[in-house]
């Protein structure tokens, strides 16, 4: 029986291979939940701005003319919404600081906005004012590791959630 014990103590065949075990999983538990991380974050991102685009498109698709837009606020959340539906209502949708509390507004084209004015109104530069569409798109991306289990510093790699706001507006007519 010592024999059997002595030999089993002193065998050192399966050492590296332990060794590696525990080493790999410091290197590599990381990096799989680092490289998780941020595959999500991109994906989430693409797909939050896709969400903005869907919006904007269904503005512009339903063409603004001098009598008005055809559409409602209700319709241009409803094309965010329905495009991301991944993050459902948690997008939250609202019209562009240059045109008010509406989507579409007429007005001359500035250097960070549009300058509202009434339809067929001749803009500073000679030109003749335009309808415009537009929408500020927000979303709280909350990352899926919070503080990715205390490996990296929090400057890194945050447990609070990350606001996007994504902002465009469309000259339409």
């Known amino acids: 029986m ?7 103590y002193c065998d050192d065949t399966g050492v590296s291979a332990i060794e590696f075990a525990l080493i790999a999983a410091f290197i590599l538990v990381p990096l799989v939940l680092g490289a998780t991380e941020l595959g999500y974050r991109t994906w989430a991102k693409h797909q939050f701005e896709n969400a903005a685009q869907a919006g904007m498109d269904y503005g512009i698709y339903k063409r603004c003319n001098a ?38 507004c007429f007005g001359c084209p500035g250097v960070s906005s549009v300058t509202l004015t ?8 000679g030109a003749i ?22 490996f990296l510093p929090s400057g890194l790699c945050s447990s609070a959630p990350i606001t996007w706001t994504v902002t465009a507006v469309a000259r339409v007519y």
């Open 2 to 8: 010592r024999k059997l014990l002595r030999r089993f």
């Open 67 to 104: 009598q008005g837009c055809g559409f409602t606020a209700t319709d241009i959340q409803n094309a965010v919404h329905n495009y991301s539906t991944s993050f459902g209502p948690n997008v939250t949708v609202a019209p562009a600081s240059g045109c008010n509390t509406d989507y579409s």
């Open 118 to 125: 009434t339809t067929q109104t001749t803009c500073a530069d």
């Open 129 to 150: 004012s335009g309808s415009y569409v537009g929408l500020t798109a927000t979303y709280n991306y909350t990352p899926l590791f919070p503080a990715c289990g205390n």
